[in-house]
């Protein structure tokens, strides 16, 4: 049963790589910042309330994205295991994360952390170029990054789960490494 959060700064790999996997393990991709696009493009309530903190590079508030997670991770096709990517970006987050993980006995979680320079995620951003992949605000998500999201490295790795991965390296070379993390 394999069940990986996907940690790393923007354009570090993790939705890459976590639709390879998924797609290869046959387990569903969650990505917060795809549910929330998603939302957008249909003008859901939900979407119209995240707009203008994605488009500023904001952190959307916890409680609407932990009632995302918490809808998704209901559904039975979660129970042969998932991948998170892009939640939790906060200690607020992780905690909400870890006590429904908890109720729903879903165990053996662990984190992979995507490590790649900041000129780097950078260089790659300006290139994949979504809506929010301006100079301006790709400043800004690393920022919020830096201040709200890296401070999960240190929260996961005290519950000894936090697994590093060189995320500056080919695609195929990155998932390899994954694959063989989770399985040392
Ligand atoms: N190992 C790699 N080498 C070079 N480019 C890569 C690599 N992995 C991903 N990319 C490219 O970098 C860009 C960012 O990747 P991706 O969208 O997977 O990052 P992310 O961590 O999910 O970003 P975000 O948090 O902003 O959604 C994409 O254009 C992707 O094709
Ligand atoms: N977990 C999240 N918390 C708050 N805001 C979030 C979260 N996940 C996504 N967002 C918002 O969506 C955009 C894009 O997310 P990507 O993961 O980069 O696709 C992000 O900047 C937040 O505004």
Redesign the pocket.
């Known amino acids: 049963m394999t069940r990986l959060i996907f940690l790393g700064p ?1 354009g570090s790999g ?2 890459t790589q976590a639709k390879t996997l998924a797609d290869g393990w046959r387990i569903p991709h969650i ?4 549910i ?2 998603q939302a957008l493009k249909e003008q859901t309530p939900l979407g119209v309330e ?1 707009q203008s ?2 488009d500023r ?6 409680k ?2 932990e009632d995302m997670v918490a809808e998704r991770l209901s559904h039975p096709d979660t129970n042969s295991g998932w991948l998170l ?6 200690v607020n ?1 992780a905690s909400f994360l870890e006590q429904l993980l908890d109720k729903l006995a879903h165990r053996g979680v662990k984190v992979i952390n995507l490590e790649v320079p900041d000129d780097v995620v950078v260089e790659r951003l300006l290139e994949r170029g979504r809506k ?1 992949d301006t100079e301006e605000v790709i400043r800004r ?1 690393l920022e ?1 990054y830096r201040n709200e999201t890296a401070p999960l490295i240190n929260y996961y790795s005290d519950r000894l789960i936090l697994l590093k991965v060189n995320g500056n390296q080919s695609q195929e070379e990155v998932t390899d490494e994954i694959k063989k993390v989770i399985a040392s």
Not at 31 to 34: K, L, M
Not at 57 to 62: N, Q, W, Y
């Open positions: 923007p993790k939705g990505s917060t910042g795809d929330l696009r995240a903190y994605m590079g904001e952190l959307v508030p916890d609407l994205v990517d892009g939640f939790p970006r906060t987050q929010d998500r919020v």
